[in-house]
């Protein structure tokens, strides 16, 4: 018991004031006085321990009981991304910095209390079931995540490759929960990925980045030397629904782009106490570099679009950015239990915090409607004159497809009913004029194949035309 009272006071120390960052920050650590008042106040802690484990009409578990002090104290700071991992949950989230782990492919964070994508990884189960960021997780499997903790609901939510997960999705602009299934896979963790791309006859360099591991400023490296060795005339950055990571990894990617002009970040301690980051690189690149961001561009993505964009010469194309502003670091307690602690928020190189506020790029373009529709769930037929929110989605996917409904305001009305024939009569489906759960599949698929074609992309064929320019 006396090892257990002596991590919990190590915890406190934690809370009072962490250490390090990624091998980037210094850190002066806990005060004088700190130390001090922390042991004042532990003594209160270990008394209530105390009472509670000796004095309680029934038996308690020493361990529950020093967990939740442990999760009361991160409750109260209501950050969403502070948080206690017991050692079972801090061993499966360390397989998220493995080559490869089994789940769905996202990122979730806790917002104002609730399960909230804040981006699903590019090609993953949950992109292609079609999560979107910002859609809040009520329910996984049937039942409720109310009052769950951050941890318990993703180790809900993960699970064996070729399981079903049922996932129920509250998303702005939609009434009711939508019930999406997604069919748990393995989730490479290859973080970066190149292509060349004519335009123009100019060879541009397309360099898409999914999410910042240990690993990905050495491969972001190897293939940029890659592009340039093929003689690019100009490159494209994509970190379009990339959730974030390691900011050691944004750094070194950061070290091969962007001029030692000015800082590329800055890191602001609670004090107030401002920490400067430069990158080594003494002129910027020979040729034009144009940075692609949505929606689901988090934290280190923002990091590296706000560099780019407020170095004057790097555009951003899309939309804008999620809006994580904080620095966390997470720290062993010693018996595989972890702490993951918001240590300092940062700030862009010209100091603007965008938390909560996102970076806007410098040129929006949205993606056309049928990027954003909701995907169709079969699961009650739709027909003429109906009025919902899925056939508002359903009107989009045609309209994508070249089957004009006439309108997308979720009637379903004669010209929408004519479309879908017409869709139907073109892939050998029974025409009836109805979306029962065939059509919609077939429906689903053909909008799949048209969002993963370049070609449709307007964003990054808008960034692809400038780089050319």
């Given at each position: 018991?006396?090892?257990?009272?002596?991590?919990?006071?190590?915890?406190?120390?934690l809370?009072?004031?962490?250490?390090?960052?990624?091998?980037?920050?210094?850190?002066?650590?806990?005060?004088?006085?700190d130390?001090?008042?922390?042991?004042?106040?532990?003594?209160?802690?270990?008394?209530?321990?105390?009472?509670?484990?000796?004095?309680?009409?029934?038996?308690?578990?020493?361990?529950?009981l020093?967990?939740?002090?442990?999760n009361?104290?991160?409750?109260?700071?209501?950050?969403?991304?502070?948080?206690?991992m017991?050692?079972?949950?801090?061993?499966?989230?360390?397989?998220?910095?493995?080559?490869?782990?089994?789940?769905?492919?996202?990122?979730?964070?806790?917002?104002?209390?609730?399960?909230t994508?804040?981006?699903?990884?590019?090609?993953?189960?949950?992109?292609?079931?079609?999560?979107?960021?910002?859609?809040?997780?009520?329910?996984?499997?049937?039942?409720?995540?109310?009052?769950?903790?951050?941890?318990?609901?993703?180790?809900?939510?993960?699970?064996k490759?070729?399981?079903?997960?049922?996932?129920?999705?509250?998303?702005?602009?939609?009434?009711?929960?939508?019930?999406?299934?997604?069919?748990?896979?393995?989730?490479?963790?290859?973080?970066?990925?190149?292509?060349?791309?004519?335009?123009?006859?100019?060879k541009v360099?397309?360099l898409?980045?999914?999410?910042?591991?240990?690993?990905?400023?050495?491969?972001?490296?190897?293939?940029?030397?890659?592009?340039?060795?093929?003689?690019?005339?100009?490159?494209?950055?994509?970190?379009?629904?990339?959730?974030?990571?390691?900011?050691?990894?944004?750094?070194?990617?950061?070290?091969?782009?962007?001029?030692?002009?000015?800082?590329?970040?800055?890191?602001?301690?609670?004090?107030?106490?401002?920490?400067?980051?430069?990158?080594?690189?003494?002129?910027?690149?020979?040729?034009?570099?144009?940075?692609?961001?949505?929606?689901?561009?988090?934290?280190?993505?923002?990091?590296?679009?706000?560099?780019?964009?407020?170095?004057?010469?790097?555009?951003?194309?899309?939309?804008?950015?999620?809006?994580?502003g904080?620095?966390?670091n997470?720290?062993d307690?010693?018996?595989?239990?972890?702490?993951?602690?918001?240590?300092?928020?940062?700030?862009t190189?010209?100091?603007?915090?965008?938390?909560?506020?996102?970076?806007?790029?410098?040129?929006?373009v949205?993606?056309?409607?049928?990027?954003?529709?909701?995907?169709?769930?079969?699961k009650?037929?739709?027909?003429?004159?109906?009025?919902?929110?899925?056939?508002?989605?359903?009107?989009?996917?045609?309209?994508?497809?070249?089957?004009?409904?006439?309108?997308?305001?979720g009637?379903?009305?004669?010209?929408?009913?004519?479309?879908?024939?017409?869709?139907?009569?073109?892939?050998?489906?029974?025409?009836?004029?109805?979306?029962?759960?065939?059509?919609?599949?077939?429906?689903?698929?053909?909008?799949?194949?048209?969002?993963?074609?370049?070609?449709?992309?307007?964003?990054?064929?808008?960034?692809?035309?400038?780089?050319?320019?």
């Open positions: 018991m006396k090892k257990r009272i002596v991590a919990l006071l190590m915890v406190v120390a809370v009072l004031g962490a250490g390090g960052m990624y091998g980037y920050m210094k850190w002066s650590g806990t005060t004088a006085s130390e001090v008042n922390a042991s004042a106040e532990f003594a209160k802690i270990e008394k209530a321990y105390r009472l509670i484990s000796q004095k309680y009409y029934q038996q308690t578990d020493s361990n529950k020093l967990e939740g002090a442990i009361g104290m991160v409750q109260t700071l209501k950050d969403p991304y502070t948080s206690y017991a050692k079972e949950t801090a061993s499966q989230f360390k397989q998220s910095l493995d080559s490869s782990f089994e789940g769905i492919g996202t990122e979730v964070s806790l917002v104002d209390g609730n399960i994508v804040v981006s699903p990884f590019k090609d993953s189960p949950a992109e292609k079931a079609g999560v979107k960021p910002n859609d809040t997780i009520v329910t996984v499997d049937g039942k409720s995540v109310e009052g769950l903790s951050l941890n318990e609901a993703v180790l809900k939510i993960r699970g490759k070729g399981s079903i997960v049922k996932l129920g999705l509250k998303r702005k602009g939609v009434e009711g929960v939508l019930a999406i299934d997604v069919k748990r896979d393995t989730i490479p963790v290859e973080t970066v990925l190149s292509k060349t791309k004519e335009v123009a006859d100019k360099g397309v898409t980045i999914t999410s910042f591991s240990e690993k990905t400023g050495q491969d972001f490296k190897d293939q940029l030397k890659k592009l340039e060795d093929e003689n690019i005339n100009g490159l494209v950055i994509d970190v379009r629904g990339n959730p974030g990571g390691y900011l050691n990894a944004v750094m070194s990617i950061m070290n091969d782009l962007i001029s030692s002009d000015k800082p590329v970040v800055q890191v602001e301690s609670r004090s107030g106490e401002k920490e400067q980051f430069k990158s080594s690189l003494k002129s910027k690149k020979n040729y034009p570099i144009v940075g692609l961001v949505d929606g689901g561009s988090a934290s280190a993505s923002e990091i590296l679009a706000g560099a780019l964009k407020e170095a004057g010469h790097y555009p951003l194309v899309g939309e804008k950015t999620f809006g994580k904080t620095v966390q997470t720290n307690l010693g018996d595989g239990s972890d702490l993951k602690l918001t240590i300092a928020k940062w700030l190189p010209d100091s603007n915090w965008i938390h909560k506020k996102g970076i806007v790029p410098t040129y929006t949205k993606q056309p409607g049928y990027f954003y529709a909701t995907p169709l769930t079969g009650k037929t739709l027909e003429y004159d109906m009025n919902s929110h899925e056939v508002a989605s359903l009107q989009k996917m045609l309209r994508g497809l070249k089957f004009e409904p006439g309108r997308v305001d009637y379903f009305d004669e010209k929408t009913q004519t479309a879908v024939t017409a869709f139907q009569k073109a892939n050998k489906l029974k025409a009836t004029g109805k979306v029962d759960e065939k059509t919609a599949a077939a429906i689903q698929t053909k909008v799949i194949t048209e969002v993963r074609d370049s070609k449709n992309d307007v964003q990054l064929q808008t960034a692809l035309k400038m780089v050319a320019q």
